[in-house]
T-cell receptor
Framework: KQEVTQIPAALSVPEGENLVLNCSFT??????LQWFRQDPGKGLTSLLL?????REQTSGRLNASLDKSSGRSTLYIAASQPGDSATYLC????????FGTGTRLQVFP | GAVVSQHPSRVICKSGTSVKIECRSL??????MFWYRQFPKQSLMLMAT?????????EQGVEKDKFLINHASLTLSTLTVTSAHPEDSSFYIC?????????????FGPGTRLLVL
């Protein structure tokens, strides 16, 4: 059974810092791994999707990497801004998406 | 991009009543949809996989007689919470799988917030 864990559970930083959010999964037979953002009381916004054959994906200030053999993915946020404050979820896809425990990020001015 | 809608977005009901939530894929056909539940400050938990024209597949611990799923068409899946109780209050999110492209993609609905009094 796939289990997805995220570290840290919460993070509070001043704006401008570069951040690394970690995601680990137990079943390496994933098709892909996705990172999502969720604002309080809202649905999900897809940020990045990394196929199992890929090592990383980039979108603007976001960069996600995937290491299937070690069961890890990281989301790198460069030059964080207060607008980045949200909960970040990773999800491993083995025919169904299993979500991680989430990292609640607060970036203060 | 592809859009998935949910209706209603918010519902308040009395304990013991049944509530139906609709999930629609608006511009693609989805043979497979998924239902998730999210409690406050927790992650999304997969409840069941909804398959068009066949029975849903429920995750361990999810009561299939309490959470009825119907996927009668390629663009619509419904989740009915039967005899709802306060502990069923949660944020329910559906997703639909688009298999028409080179790569399969899952699109998420905006969620339905259920409050059972």
């Amino acid at each position: 059974k796939q289990e997805v864990t995220q570290i840290p559970a919460a993070l509070s930083v001043p704006e401008g810092e570069n951040l690394v959010l970690n995601c680990s999964f137990t079943d390496s037979a994933i098709y892909n791994l996705q990172w999502f953002r969720q604002d309080p009381g809202k649905g999900l916004t897809s940020l990045l999707l990394i196929q199992s054959s890929q090592r990383e994906q980039t979108s603007g200030r976001l960069n996600a990497s995937l290491d299937k053999s070690s069961g890890r993915s990281t989301l790198y946020i460069a030059a964080s801004q207060p607008g980045d404050s949200a909960t970040y979820l990773c999800a491993g896809n083995t025919d169904k998406l299993i979500f991680g425990t989430g990292t609640r990020l607060q970036v203060f001015p | 991009g592809a859009v998935v809608s949910q209706h209603p977005s918010r519902v308040i009901c009395k304990s013991g009543t049944s509530v139906k939530i609709e999930c629609r894929s608006l511009d693609f056909q989805a043979t497979t949809m998924f239902w998730y539940r999210q409690f406050p400050k927790q992650s999304l938990m997969l409840m069941a996989t909804s398959n068009e024209g066949s029975k849903a597949t429920y995750e361990q611990g999810v009561e299939k007689d309490k959470f009825l799923i119907n996927h009668a068409s390629l663009t619509l899946s419904t989740l009915t919470v039967t005899s709802a109780h306060p502990e069923d209050s949660s944020f329910y999110i559906c997703s639909a799988r688009d298999s028409s492209g080179v790569q399969e993609t899952q699109y998420f609905g905006p969620g339905t917030r259920l409050l059972v009094l």
